[in-house]
């Protein structure tokens, strides 16, 4: 069941699809409406999502399952729902994509903090346990726990996927640039430490997603190089949003995107995609340089 | 006595809460916040002092840390643990009036949002400031900030949002504030968020960290 593994193995470097939070909202999603939910309501609107980065080149297609814990969907009383909102978003993807890309279940994070003691370790094993199997009963062929920034959730996480699933697990988490140059997590995590406690937890693949952009990606990129022996995985921002004419917009276009992923490659990125604000252009472009890069090996 | 007030402004800066707590490893087994808040007052400090040369002080450091990010989320956390176990001792004095409280802020995140790791940040290094804070929780409407600012009369409202598209949200309820409440400053923060954005939508202050908001209103607390 190392669908992905096999994959990259042949492949050498794969394109990850881009923004769903994004998509979504520019396909109607209200703030304060349930994202999720909309695998239940609208299944034929998400569907156009994997559908569209599959067609513009994505090898790797997420789900719209970010926020599908205990934690964010009790917000909207759907906590008895964790199974079928976590299958079905499986299953759309994997009918979007029609068999041209290899299904990520995404695992977001629970949005509470441990040491708060608002939850505690186990009730967050259950929920992630929960989410976890019901995303590999839908099909996925890997799970994605994305834009974490603890490590001790993050462990929590990827063991409840390890016990309840035969996936393979990629571990991503968010940075921001400190005054002094370096990048840490919210929690003040630096990519040496989370190499050196996460990968312990038994993942694939480690790496970065949302954050500041692009280019950034490639500082990150070069840390966790220096620790980690494992296949290295970007999903950046198209930049940060700035408020145009009453609208959001990110800076960072498809062809400026291009111009960096040579250098996500060299140091050291094999799995390339986007996050926030990133469209099915952005993954068309970089999957245009990639094919270029992998021509050329 | 100058020493026990700046060893209980260290215990909350490093998070030391009590004798028992094992955090931090160098200062196991040393009385914490809890211990020397208690002995302060029972030698005779008055709890105003405490309050502001020991409680106030150990939080605005790590408030300043915190905003040249050599202090983290977990490190405000467990400094908020400290201060508020020692609290305990000092409430009294409040209730009895002793001692007064800097003002009452109100703070919640925006309509559409449901993220709060911020708002609390900030909401524990105001109310570690000394201030009052009535936190109205996430997802909050207009209405509700409005309603809440009615009944609870106080001197700040405080609007967070991490969202791109829930900030979009904050010039509405700035609008309904201040429609109500023309003279409520009304302060902003979030990830995404600019000086700009909130200029645009008529917002008072936008703070790029907790310690900043914090400086603004015992600024207009100054001035009024």
Same mark, same amino acid.
């Given at each position: 069941m190392n669908r992905l593994s096999e994959l990259l193995g042949i492949k050498k470097l794969l394109v990850c699809d881009g923004a769903w939070g994004t998509m979504l909202q520019n396909k109607g999603l209200k703030p304060g409406e349930c994202p999720e939910l909309l695998n239940l309501t609208y299944p034929k609107l998400v569907k156009e999502i994997p559908?569209?980065?599959?067609?513009?080149?994505?090898?790797?297609?997420?789900?719209?399952?970010?926020?599908g814990n205990k934690y964010r969907l009790s917000h909207y009383s759907l906590e008895r729902k964790i199974f079928e909102i976590n299958k079905t978003a499986a299953e759309i993807s994997k009918d979007g994509v029609k068999d041209k890309a290899l299904i990520l279940g995404s695992i977001g994070p629970s949005g509470v903090i441990l040491m708060m003691g608002d939850t505690s370790e186990e009730e967050m094993y259950e929920t992630y346990?929960?989410?976890?199997?019901?995303?590999?009963?839908?099909?996925?062929?890997?799970?994605?726990?994305?834009?974490?920034?603890? %490590?001790?959730?993050?462990? %929590?996480?990827?063991?409840?996927?390890?016990?309840?699933?035969?996936?393979? %697990?990629?571990?991503?988490?968010?940075?921001?640039?400190? %005054?002094?140059?370096?990048?840490?997590?919210?929690?003040?995590?630096?990519?040496?430490?989370?190499?050196?406690?996460?990968?312990?937890a038994g993942i694939g693949y480690i790496g970065t997603n949302c954050g500041n952009g692009f280019e950034a990606m490639a500082y990150i990129i070069k840390e966790f190089k220096e620790k980690s022996e494992l296949p290295l995985v970007v999903n950046a921002n198209a930049g940060l949003p700035t408020i145009r004419d009453k609208g959001i917009y990110y800076p960072e276009t498809p062809e400026y995107v291009s111009s960096i992923i040579s250098k996500l490659v060299e140091a050291g990125a094999s799995i390339i995609g986007g996050c926030c604000g990133t469209t099915p252009q952005h993954i068309n472009e970089i999957r245009r340089v990639i094919d270029i890069m992998r021509s050329k090996c | 006595m100058e020493n026990i007030l700046e060893k209980i402004a260290l215990c909350v800066e490093r998070g030391k809460v009590n004798k028992a707590s094992l955090f931090p490893a160098d200062l196991k087994g040393e009385e914490g916040a809890d211990e020397l808040t208690l002995k302060a007052i029972n030698s005779g400090i008055h709890p105003s002092e405490i309050l502001n040369a020991g409680l106030i002080e150990g939080m605005r450091r790590?408030?300043?840390?915190?905003?040249?990010?050599?202090?983290?989320?977990?490190?405000?956390?467990?400094?908020?643990?400290?201060?508020?176990?020692?609290?305990?001792?000092?409430?009294?004095?409040f209730l009895s009036n002793e001692?007064?409280?800097?003002?009452?802020?109100?703070?919640?995140?925006?309509?559409?949002?449901?993220h709060d790791i911020g708002k609390n940040i900030v909401g524990m290094i105001i109310r570690g400031?000394?201030?009052?804070?009535?936190?109205?929780?996430?997802?909050?409407?207009? +209405?509700?900030?409005?309603?809440?600012?009615?009944?609870?009369?106080?001197?700040?409202?405080?609007?967070?949002?991490?969202?791109?598209?829930?900030?979009?949200?904050?010039?509405?309820?700035?609008?309904?504030?201040?429609?109500?409440?023309?003279?409520?400053?009304?302060?902003?923060?979030?990830?995404?968020?600019?000086?700009?954005?909130?200029?645009?939508?008529?917002?008072?202050?936008?703070?790029?960290?907790?310690? +900043?908001?914090l400086d603004f209103l015992n600024n207009i607390k100054h001035t009024k």
């Open positions: 559908e569209a980065y599959s067609k513009a080149g994505a090898e790797l297609v997420k789900t719209n399952s970010f926020g346990s929960i989410q976890a199997s019901a995303l590999e009963a839908g099909g996925a062929d890997a799970l994605l726990i994305e834009t974490f920034s603890d %490590i001790q959730e993050a462990i %929590i996480a990827i063991k409840a996927a390890k016990d309840n699933t035969n996936l393979e %697990i990629i571990s991503t988490f968010t940075f921001e640039k400190t %005054i002094d140059g370096d990048f840490k997590t919210m929690m003040g995590y630096t990519p040496t430490q989370i190499c050196e406690e996460v990968e312990k | 790590i408030g300043e840390k915190f905003r040249l990010n050599k202090a983290f989320v977990p490190d405000v956390l467990i400094s908020a643990k400290a201060m508020n176990t020692a609290m305990i001792h000092i409430k009294p004095f001692i007064k409280s800097k003002g009452k802020v109100l703070i919640g995140t925006v309509m559409g949002d449901l400031g000394g201030w009052e804070v009535i936190d109205v929780g996430v997802d909050v409407t207009p +209405k509700k900030f409005v309603e809440t600012a009615r009944t609870e009369k106080p001197d700040a409202i405080c609007l967070s949002a991490l969202l791109t598209t829930t900030m979009l949200n904050m010039e509405n309820i700035v609008t309904e504030i201040k429609g109500v409440f023309p003279k409520m400053p009304v302060l902003v923060g979030g990830a995404p968020l600019t000086m700009e954005y909130a200029k645009s939508i008529n917002a008072d202050f936008y703070s790029p960290d907790p310690q +900043k908001a």
